[in-house]
């Protein structure tokens, strides 16, 4: 019996948390970020690495661990000397081992509404599995998705532990940026409180030169990527890139891993060779599917219209000042283009279509995602206005019970069609 039938051997079996306990999840984790088939880059060698030892920190280290929401301030989490996990990636985890429909089953069970976005209801059920270390606390914002407060607020019922609520304003004038650093010193102040330790004098100014590090490689990777010829296949860059935001913000691996990956795709840039042939130039709108799937082989391998940026890496973040943290931490999370008006993301995407040069845009639209979902009719007037092609393709991150490979063929090479035309 192979690793994937086992763990789901043991998974549909009545929960017993001795027999099951974290080890398996942990596998899991490990097993996730290094199938060879994945490794498409040094650079992701090297995030596959740092991802595992984080990993395995998080679960053997009860004491010391945080559950965090994507684009969470994770460098207070570091700076209080706690390991953040992003709990949304669990649910790309079960995916890769077409895991997450048998814990989606579980939670239709238990009545869940199947409107609920299934990451959530992913990792709520995985947490109800006893495949989860008890956390210290946990930690999430409103930014990108409101459904934090109650999948988050369910977790830790669950665990009995305390839930750091942050709520970013819709503004981003000078009201709102206080309003949001207040939070965030309350939040420090309230890690204070659950571990019985003061915040260490130099900790914050630490995971800020982290994160600046970090961000200022991310910046430069932005730069790199409006190459003439793709450097990096999106296939790689929309998750791996995405994994420093919301796993290693203020850390030193994310500043390691960030660096490595621009110096990487630097030297691909100055070679001869190890550059992509892109027939068509496409700008990635949300994630892209976690299980097993063709589309984005279909897309840039079979078609040749290579995914040169995608939105969850389009962000580029002032420094952070030691000076004035929470003020300049509340700066960076209110200008996000998704907080505020739906404007903010708009402008963000005509604005990198003209900077990355961008033959067509694909908005993958994931059952669940009120905030995504909800502006694709504003963002595809938005882009059709510039001429340019628009792809709205439907379907869940997570949930393959009712992917269709034939159907996504039809819709891609029917857009490739429409891009050659324009």
């Not at 060698?45 to 559950?67: E, T, W």
């Not at 409107?115 to 999430?140: E, K, M, Q, W, Y």
């Not at 003439?228 to 994994?243: D, K, V």
């Not at 990355?356 to 669940?368: E, T």
Request: hydrophobic residues 40%; contains cysteine; glycine residues 6%.
């Amino acid at each position: 019996m192979g690793f994937k039938q086992r763990i789901k051997a043991i998974l549909q079996e009545k929960p017993c948390p001795k027999k099951i306990h974290r080890g398996a999840l942990l596998a899991m984790v490990q097993k996730s970020l290094t199938p060879a088939s994945r490794l498409h880059s040094r650079a992701h060698k090297k995030l596959s690495v740092h991802g595992y030892n984080h990993a395995q920190k998080f679960f053997r280290d009860a004491g010391r661990s945080v559950f965090s929401s994507l684009f969470a301030p994770i460098e207070i989490v570091y700076a209080h000397n706690h390991y953040p996990f992003m709990l949304e990636s669990l649910g790309g985890v079960a995916a890769n081992f077409d895991l997450a429909s048998d814990f989606l089953t579980d939670m239709e069970r238990r009545w869940y509404t199947t409107d609920f976005c299934s990451v959530h209801r992913t990792f709520i059920s995985i947490a109800h599995h006893n495949l989860l270390p008890t956390p210290r606390f946990l930690l999430s914002t409103s930014l990108a998705c409101d459904g934090n407060l109650k999948s988050f607020a369910e977790v830790g019922q669950f665990f009995g532990r305390p839930h750091l609520y942050i709520n970013v304003p819709f503004g981003r004038d000078r009201e709102a940026r206080s309003y949001l650093a207040r939070q965030l010193k309350d939040t420090s102040a309230r890690i204070e409180e659950i571990t019985g330790k003061r915040l260490r004098a130099g900790a914050l100014e630490q995971a800020f030169h982290y994160a600046n590090r970090t961000s200022s490689a991310l910046r430069e990777i932005a730069e790199l990527r409006k190459n003439p010829n793709p450097l990096i296949y999106g296939e790689e860059g929309i998750t791996s890139l995405l994994l420093l935001w919301g796993l290693f913000m203020g850390s030193r691996s994310g500043a390691v891993v960030a660096e490595f990956y621009r110096d990487e795709l630097l030297k691909r840039s100055e070679a001869p060779s190890g550059k992509i042939d892109a027939r068509k130039r496409i700008l990635w709108l949300h994630l892209r599917p976690f299980y097993a799937n063709s589309i984005m082989h279909i897309l840039e391998r079979e078609l040749g219209a290579v995914v040169v940026v995608d939105e969850c890496n389009l962000e580029v973040f002032p420094e952070l000042d030691p000076g004035r943290p929470w003020e300049s931490l509340a700066e960076k999370m209110v200008i996000h283009s998704w907080t505020g008006p739906v404007e903010n993301r708009v402008r963000k995407i005509r604005r990198s279509i003209e900077e990355y040069h961008i033959d067509g845009v694909v908005h993958f639209s994931h059952w669940g995602c009120r905030q995504s979902n909800g502006a694709v009719r504003i963002i595809r007037d938005a882009v059709q206005e510039l001429g340019i092609p628009f792809l709205d393709l439907d379907g869940d991150l997570v949930d393959s019970r009712n992917y269709a490979d034939g159907q996504y063929r039809t819709r891609l090479e029917g857009f490739m069609e429409v891009m050659e035309g324009s």
